[in-house]
C-alpha cells in the first residue's frame, strides 16, 4: 500500500536548461553548441512567438502555432529539412523516409503507411508486452538499489523495435546491430560546430568519417535480414519488415528496392528506439519527482493490471498514465529541435524570411511558451484532460503536417504499455544529488542518466 505522498514543496520544478539570457556572439556560440545545445535557444523564446538573429546565416525560431501550420503544412514545399539534418542523417539512413523530400518521399510514405496503420500497430502489442514484463523483471533484480532507468529503458525499447523490424531473422544480432547504433549516435550525432555555423556540407567531418565502419556492419546486417526474409516469406502476425516488403505506393505500384528497405529499416530503428526511451526515462523521472502523481498513477494501473503486464485493451482504463507520457513529450520532447532551410522568400509572423535562411522550430522552447501554456514549466499531466483545448500546432512532439512521424501511435503505445507495467509493480524515488541535467545531442538526453531507487510497490 502507498504511504500518503511527502509533502514537496509545491513551488519545485522539474530540472530544466538553463536557457540563454544575452545574445551570444560567435565564439560563444560555438562553445555552447559543444557543451548542449538547448542553451543556444534564449529565454525570451519562451515569451514570444518569434526570435530571429544572424551568427553566419540568417536564422529565426518560430513558437508561434500559426507559423508552424505554415511551415509544416501550408508552405511545406517551401521549408525542407534543413541541409544540417540531411547531413547528419543520410550517412546513415540514405534516402529514406525521414530525409528524402518531394516526390521520392511521397511514394515512399504511401508504400510505408499501412505498416503503420492503427491495425497493425495494435497487432504488435505483444511484442511490447512482453518487453515489459522483461524489464520489470530485470528492475525486480535491482530492487532498492540505484538503478540507471534510462539504460533499462533503451534496453526495453530497442527489443521492442528489433523483435518487430527483424524478428525471427537468423542473420539478426540484436547486441550486434545495438552497439553499432549507439557508436553512431555517439560519434557522429552531436551535432558538430561547423553544422551551427553553416559551414558548407563538402567540408569533411572527421567524427563522420570515424562512422564509417560502424555504419557498413549496420547496412550488411540489415541486407542479409531482407535477403533471409524473402527467401522464407512473411511472419505470423506480419512484422513491419514483412509490411513493407508487401508495401507498394498505391498510385505507382512502385515497391521499395532490397537498398530502400534496408534504409526504411534502420530509420525505423535509430528514430523509433531511442526516442521512446528518453520519454519512458524522463516519465519515470517525472514521477518520483511528483509522489503525488505517481501514487494516484499506480492506482490506476494497479486496479487494472493486478500484477500483470499491460496489453493494448487495458489502455483505454490507463488514462493517466497517457497523461503522464504526453506531458512528459511536452516537457522534454525527444526531438526538441526541427528544422528547416527556406527554399524561397516567404514571411512568418509578419516578418521576411529569405531563401536561405535556418527556420527552426525550438520544441522545448514551444512547449514551454507563456503565451500558449500556462505556468508552463510545471509538471501537470491533467493539462491533457481536454486535448481539444491545446492547439494542435503547439504542441508538437511528433512534429506535424504530412510530415508528422510515422510511428507516433506505436511509440506512445509501446511507451504507455511498458510505464504502466512499471508503475503498478514498482514505488520510484529520486536519488539525493543525482538529478539529470537535459542535455539536446540529437535528441534530448537525461546526462548523466536517470537515477532512481526502484521499491516493489
Ligand atoms: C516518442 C517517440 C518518438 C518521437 C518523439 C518521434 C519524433 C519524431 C518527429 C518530431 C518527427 C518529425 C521530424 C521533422 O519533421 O523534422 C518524426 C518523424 C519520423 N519518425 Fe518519429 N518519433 C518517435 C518514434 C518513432 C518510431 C517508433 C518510429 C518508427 C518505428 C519513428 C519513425 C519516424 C519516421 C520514419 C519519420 C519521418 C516521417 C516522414 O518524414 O514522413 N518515430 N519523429
Redesign the pocket.
Known amino acids: 500500500m502507498d504511504q500518503p505522498a511527502t509533502p514537496r514543496d509545491p513551488t519545485a520544478l522539474p530540472v530544466r536548461v538553463p536557457l540563454a539570457s544575452r545574445p551570444l556572439g560567435v565564439m560563444e556560440t560555438l562553445g555552447t553548441a559543444r557543451r548542449n545545445l538547448l542553451e543556444l535557444i534564449p529565454e525570451i523564446a519562451t515569451r514570444q512567438p518569434m526570435v530571429s538573429g544572424r551568427t553566419v546565416k540568417r536564422w529565426h525560431m518560430v513558437m508561434d502555432p500559426g507559423a508552424n501550420r505554415r511551415i ?1 503544412k501550408d508552405a511545406l514545399g517551401t521549408y525542407p ?1 534543413s541541409d544540417v ?1 540531411k547531413l547528419i542523417l543520410r550517412p546513415a539512413i540514405g534516402e ?5 523530400e518531394g516526390a521520392h ?1 511521397l511514394w ?2 504511401r508504400a ?1 503507411a499501412p505498416a ?1 496503420s492503427p491495425r497493425h500497430v495494435e497487432a504488435l502489442a505483444p511484442v511490447m508486452t512482453a518487453a515489459a514484463e522483461r524489464a520489470a523483471r530485470r528492475i525486480g533484480q535491482t530492487a532498492g538499489r540505484q538503478a540507471n532507468l534510462f539504460d533499462e529503458m533503451v534496453t526495453a525499447t530497442f527489443e521492442v ?1 528489433a523483435d ?2 527483424l524478428s525471427g531473422t537468423p542473420a539478426f544480432d540484436r547486441a550486434e546491430v545495438h552497439r553499432a547504433i549507439n557508436a553512431y549516435i555517439d560519434t557522429t550525432a552531436k551535432v558538430s560546430l561547423l553544422d551551427i555555423i553553416g559551414a558548407p556540407t563538402w567540408v569533411p567531418r572527421l567524427s563522420r568519417l570515424r562512422a564509417g565502419p560502424v555504419l557498413r556492419t549496420m547496412r550488411s546486417m540489415a541486407d542479409r535480414a531482407i535477403a533471409e526474409r524473402r527467401g522464407t516469406g512473411p511472419s505470423l502476425p506480419p512484422d ?1 519488415l514483412d509490411l513493407l516488403l508487401e508495401g507498394a505506393d498505391p498510385e505507382t505500384g512502385r515497391r521499395m528496392s532490397t537498398a530502400e528497405l534496408r534504409d ?1 529499416l534502420l ?3 535509430v ?3 531511442e ?2 526511451a ?2 519512458l526515462a524522463w516519465a519515470l523521472y517525472l514521477c518520483a519527482f511528483d509522489p503525488s502523481i505517481q501514487i494516484r498513477a499506480r492506482a490506476e494501473a494497479s486496479a487494472v493490471l493486478g500484477n500483470r503486464a499491460a496489453q493494448v485493451t487495458d489502455l483505454p482504463a490507463l488514462s493517466l498514465c497517457r497523461r503522464i507520457i504526453d506531458e512528459t ?1 511536452r516537457l522534454y ?3 526538441a529541435f ?3 532551410t527556406a527554399r524561397g522568400p516567404d514571411r512568418l509572423c509578419g516578418r521576411e524570411i529569405r531563401r536561405g535562411d535556418t527556420v527552426m ?1 525550438p ?1 522545448y522552447a514551444l512547449h514551454r511558451n507563456h503565451l500558449l501554456w500556462p505556468d508552463p514549466d510545471r509538471f501537470d499531466p491533467d493539462r491533457f484532460l481536454d486535448p481539444d483545448r491545446i492547439d494542435r500546432f503547439a504542441y ?13 501511435s ?3 503505445q ?2 504507455t504499455i511498458i510505464l504502466a507495467t512499471l508503475l503498478a509493480r514498482f514505488r520510484f524515488e529520486p536519488v539525493a544529488g543525482r538529478d539529470p541535467e537535459p542535455a539536446l545531442i540529437l ?1 534530448l538526453r537525461p546526462e548523466g542518466g536517470v537515477w532512481l531507487c526502484a521499491t516493489p510497490a
Open positions: 509544416l529539412k539534418t529514406s523516409l525521414f530525409v528524402a518521399w515512399q510514405r510505408a503503420f523495435i518487430v523490424t513491419l526504411n530509420t525505423f530503428i528514430a523509433g528506439h526516442t521512446t528518453l520519454t513529450l520532447p525527444p526531438a526541427l528544422s528547416r522550430l520544441i508538437l512532439p511528433f512534429g506535424g503536417g504530412p510530415r508528422i512521424c510515422i510511428g507516433a506505436f511509440a506512445l509501446e511507451a535528441t
